[in-house]
């Protein structure tokens, strides 16, 4: 059933840039309500105010179990609902497994795993008291990644937590299907936004992967794919259609996408030999 985003409610994560923001922007333009959440409150005011102002404002930090409870009951009290829930607040890190630290563990699980599902446990108990709109008694839009289908060297802890994040997502549809609660996992490809300059001052490595023939796609165009995917809710979003079947082959033959990685990561960095530079 199709979901009109006039006067929809949605609340997103990490919309102060990327794929937050360009969602924020093309829901606007399709007349939803928006609950803007991220750390950097002044630029999701500015960006409030680009859109015309009237959104909702939320300084919250998704690795704060606190900070993911308020963001939902901030969204209650000012719009009495939330129809869509989308987890997009996330980091990364360039680490072999083996090198990545304990604290460097706990804080991606803490940003990309449990701030995810401390976002959905906060939201749930809201939606499952809604009454149907459309169909549906609300929505949670997982931002994953393509790597949660097929882990690439180097970023081994990145692609564990995106990983986890999808096996979240599909056990929470069907949980929640009887409940009327849809439930989206997003896999988009590299995505030109800040994700890797906060990546490479984390890792204090350089990401080489760009020249190295990645694809790599604008945040509107996944925005564009995400917002498609709320008004017709669907199991998955892939915004690069060649890179699911890419994937899925990829799961198909391990032996062989492990080879095409090795290549790949010579190509990148002709040292590596098992260490974890990326240059």
């Given at each position: 059933m199709r979901r009109d985003c006039n006067g929809m409610v949605v609340a997103i994560t990490g919309a102060s840039a990327g794929i937050g923001r360009a969602l924020a922007i093309e829901l606007a333009g399709r007349g939803a309500r928006?609950?803007?959440?991220?750390?950097?409150?002044?630029?999701?005011?500015?960006?409030?105010?680009?859109?015309?102002?009237?959104?909702?404002?939320?300084?919250?930090?998704?690795?704060?179990?606190?900070?993911?409870?308020?963001?939902?009951?901030?969204?209650?009290?000012?719009?009495?609902?939330i129809d869509t829930l989308v987890c997009n607040a996330g980091i990364g890190l360039l680490r072999s497994i083996g090198d990545t630290t304990a604290e460097e563990w706990r804080l991606l699980l803490a940003v990309n795993l449990a701030g995810t599902a401390d976002c959905i446990r906060a939201a749930l108990p809201l939606m499952r008291r809604q009454e149907l709109r459309q169909g549906w008694r609300g929505q949670v839009v997982i931002v994953s990644s393509c790597l949660?289908?097929?882990?690439?060297?180097?970023?081994?802890?990145?692609?564990?937590?995106?990983?986890?994040?999808?096996?979240?997502?599909?056990?929470?549809?069907?949980?929640?299907?009887?409940?009327?609660?849809?439930?989206?996992?997003?896999?988009?490809?590299?995505?030109?936004?800040?994700?890797?300059?906060?990546?490479?001052?984390?890792?204090?490595?350089?990401?080489?992967?760009?020249?190295a023939g990645e694809a790599v796609q604008d945040p509107a165009v996944v925005a564009a794919a995400v917002s498609s995917a709320i008004i017709r809710p669907r199991p998955e979003v892939w915004p690069h259609?060649?890179?699911?079947?890419?994937?899925?082959?990829?799961?198909?033959?391990?032996?062989?996408?492990?080879?095409?990685?090795?290549?790949?990561?010579?190509?990148?960095?002709?040292?590596?030999q098992g260490g974890n530079t990326v240059e």
């Amino acid at each position: 059933m199709r979901r009109d985003c006039n006067g929809m409610v949605v609340a997103i994560t990490g919309a102060s840039a990327g794929i937050g923001r360009a969602l924020a922007i093309e829901l606007a333009g399709r007349g939803a309500r928006l609950a803007l959440a991220a750390r950097r409150l002044e630029l999701l005011e500015q960006l409030d105010r680009e859109l015309g102002g009237g959104h909702l404002c939320i300084r919250a930090d998704v690795a704060t179990e606190q900070d993911c409870g308020y963001l939902v009951h901030a969204c209650q009290a000012r719009f009495g609902r939330i129809d869509t829930l989308v987890c997009n607040a996330g980091i990364g890190l360039l680490r072999s497994i083996g090198d990545t630290t304990a604290e460097e563990w706990r804080l991606l699980l803490a940003v990309n795993l449990a701030g995810t599902a401390d976002c959905i446990r906060a939201a749930l108990p809201l939606m499952r008291r809604q009454e149907l709109r459309q169909g549906w008694r609300g929505q949670v839009v997982i931002v994953s990644s393509c790597l949660a289908r097929r882990a690439v060297p180097d970023m081994g802890v990145y692609c564990a937590t995106k990983a986890a994040q999808l096996a979240l997502g599909e056990s929470l549809r069907l949980e929640e299907r009887a409940n009327r609660i849809a439930v989206t996992t997003v896999h988009p490809v590299g995505t030109a936004t800040e994700f890797d300059g906060a990546a490479e001052r984390l890792s204090a490595q350089r990401i080489g992967r760009r020249s190295a023939g990645e694809a790599v796609q604008d945040p509107a165009v996944v925005a564009a794919a995400v917002s498609s995917a709320i008004i017709r809710p669907r199991p998955e979003v892939w915004p690069h259609r060649m890179s699911r079947w890419a994937f899925g082959l990829a799961t198909l033959m391990p032996g062989l996408a492990d080879l095409a990685m090795a290549r790949f990561r010579r190509r990148i960095d002709p040292g590596a030999q098992g260490g974890n530079t990326v240059e």
